[in-house]
């Protein structure tokens, strides 16, 4: 089926695990259904986590957990986006030359300053998410954070003629911006006003977050999507350490 083969090459765009897809995929519109993927690896180690105890540490061992290997599934890309985009952004202000730096794989100040800033308040934000007992942002950051993506190669034309972006961004339309909501929808099954809050900003960052971040390079590339993801990610996170009150 072509939705299984559309899963599937989502899946290996955003994760560690190669699956077979073929040719003629759309796999932008399931970048959420990637999200729960994240989700649930997430509450698995938050569950073990409680065998730990209630101490700071034990917790900030589990904040630390969750954060890193939400990395390692991802295969890092999004925090290689971030750094390319923070070194892009703040390094020059030509759109010209910020792309330039884009496709620089070294890693600048700017970009270990930004990857640093993002990692320590995403893992002090899980701790308290963690030690809350609502882990709702847990499912929540993932899969919106993903979102993100889905709505930028909607929306925003590609900065560059080659590359991820352009390459993802063609064939979709309406409908992925459909598919992608209702992937979504599962984290309204149990509203509360936190938890409404929290995605209405989740999903107002991922629609306006990529786009500010591509009008500095006039379009969206590969990086901007994954430091989007990164972006939205923290938001909701430390939104709900701020809600938690712990």
């Known amino acids: 089926m072509s939705v299984l083969r559309d899963i599937a090459a989502a899946i290996s765009w955003m994760t560690v695990i190669a699956m077979p897809s073929g040719d003629d995929v759309r796999p932008v519109r399931w970048f959420p259904f990637v999200g729960w993927i994240f989700a649930g690896v997430a ?7 409680t065998i730990i105890g209630d ?3 034990g917790q900030f061992v589990i904040g630390w957990g969750i954060v890193g290997t939400w990395a390692l599934v991802s295969r ?3 925090w290689d986006g971030l750094s390319d985009t923070a070194d892009a952004i703040w390094g020059a202000h030509d ?3 910020r792309l330039e730096i884009m496709r620089d794989s070294r890693t600048g100040s700017f970009g270990a300053l930004a990857v640093t800033l993002i990692a320590v308040g995403q893992i ?9 007992g609502d882990w709702w942002a847990l499912m929540a950051a993932p899969v919106l954070g993903r979102l993100a993506s889905t709505a930028a190669l909607w929306t925003i034309k590609p900065a560059r003629a080659e590359g991820l972006a352009a390459r993802l961004a ?3 339309g309406v409908l992925a911006w459909v598919v ?3 992937v979504c929808a599962g984290l309204l099954i149990a509203p509360t006003p936190e938890r409404l809050m929290l995605f209405a900003l989740g999903l107002a960052v991922a629609i306006l977050g990529p786009r500010v971040m591509a009008r500095s390079v006039g379009g969206i590339t590969g990086d901007i999507l994954g430091a989007s993801v990164l972006l939205v990610e923290t938001t909701v996170l430390v939104g709900a350490a701020l809600i938690s009150g712990v």
């Open 43 to 49: 509450l698995a180690i938050a569950s073990a986590g």
């Open 55 to 57: 101490g700071f540490f």
């Open 76 to 78: 890092f890309l999004h």
């Open 95 to 97: 759109p010209a030359r």
């Open 124 to 132: 002090i934000a899980v701790t308290a998410v963690f030690a809350s």
């Open 170 to 172: 063609g064939g979709e």
């Open 180 to 182: 992608a909501l209702v």
